[in-house]
């Protein structure tokens, strides 16, 4: 499995208690190489994790890997922020928004079906996702 990974598949990951952590850790044995991430999604899942190093741990063991330079992207992210003003995105979803647009071949690992449901790439085109499987 390649992919994007968003806040809440990290979270899931880590959290044995999570609802989501059987699907996330099934995705996490079957990664061929690392999972993309920004630095966004690092800062909100230590926060709800509670632990700063057992997420940089991921990125220390290779399952998942920053890829994204929000300096580089500020204006493109800037113009999302506008575009999505009506639904608050947070910062994460914004940046894995753009880099679905980089890495248009990779898929969103994400527990946040809703939204990622509506955000679009290149202003049209759907992003990829992969969620846990409903009910």
């Known amino acids: ?18 609802r989501h952590h ?5 995705i996490g044995m079957g990664v061929s190489e690392p999972l993309l991430t920004c630095e966004a999604v690092l ?16 990125a220390q063991e290779g399952l998942i890997r920053i890829a994204f330079d929000l ?7 800037a ?12 910062l994460a979803d914004l940046c894995l928004i753009r880099m679905s647009e980089l890495y248009d071949n990779l898929p969103v690992l994400t527990v946040d079906e809703s939204d990622f449901r509506v ?8 992003i990829p996702i992969v969620c846990p499987p409903r009910g």
């Open 22 to 26: 059987e699907w996330a850790a099934e």
């Open 119 to 126: 955000y679009r790439r290149n202003r049209r085109d759907v």
């Open 79 to 90: 113009a999302l922020a506008e575009r999505y003003r009506d639904r608050t995105p947070d």
């Open 43 to 58: 800062a909100e899942a230590a926060f709800h994790v509670g632990s700063v190093g057992r997420v940089l741990e991921l």
């Open 71 to 77: 300096h580089k992207n500020l204006g493109e992210v």
């Open 1 to 18: 499995m390649k992919g994007i990974a968003d806040t809440g598949f990290v979270v899931a990951f880590l959290n044995r208690s999570d």
